[in-house]
């Protein structure tokens, strides 16, 4: 991911960069090359970048029954993996959705069972447009292949 960045959003020059709540900001390119590699088990073009194992354990609910003292709005219901939130999670505790939803209004998902990834974008505050932005992922994932 050549554009990534990390930090705040002032110190990377000017015009509008769009600032995700953990503070990285990505080409949409880079980005979609992100969520194939996690599609693929931690492979893109061919490299190995993370392992099928790390692959799982950043899908796998983490907290289990653990009450969460806080989550965003659009990851209300979820449970936590690591860095994302298990909207869906199936008996073994494996997360079947999980997204990782930004406080500025980014909202990226994988779905296993449909395989397929996504990210929506908006200037608007997630809140105030997650149903729509649900509304829109699961169309996605209902049409056929």
């Known amino acids: 991911m050549a554009t990534a960045r990390f930090g705040s959003p002032r110190s990377w020059g000017t ?14 390119d880079d980005y979609r090359r992100f969520l194939a590699m996690m599609l693929a088990n931690g492979m893109v073009d061919g490299r190995r970048i993370l392992s099928p194992a790390a692959i799982a354990a950043i899908e796998t609910d983490m907290v289990g029954a653990t009450p969460i ?13 690591l ?29 296993r069972r449909t395989g397929r990834a996504g990210v929506f974008l908006t200037r608007a505050s997630l809140r105030a447009v997650a149903p729509g932005v649900y509304a829109l992922r699961d169309a996605v994932a209902a049409v056929a292949r």
Do not use: H, N
Not at 15 to 28: L, T
Not at 69 to 81: H, L, S, V
Not at 85 to 105: K, L, M, N, P, Q
């Open 15 to 28: 015009g509008d960069v769009p600032w995700v709540a953990g503070g990285m900001a990505a080409s949409i």
């Open 83 to 111: 860095g994302v939130w298990c909207e869906e999670i199936a008996t073994d505790r494996r997360c079947g959705r999980v997204s990782s939803a930004g406080a500025f209004g980014a909202y990226p998902w994988l779905d």
């Open 69 to 81: 003292a806080f989550a965003p709005d659009a990851a209300r219901g979820a449970r936590y993996g």
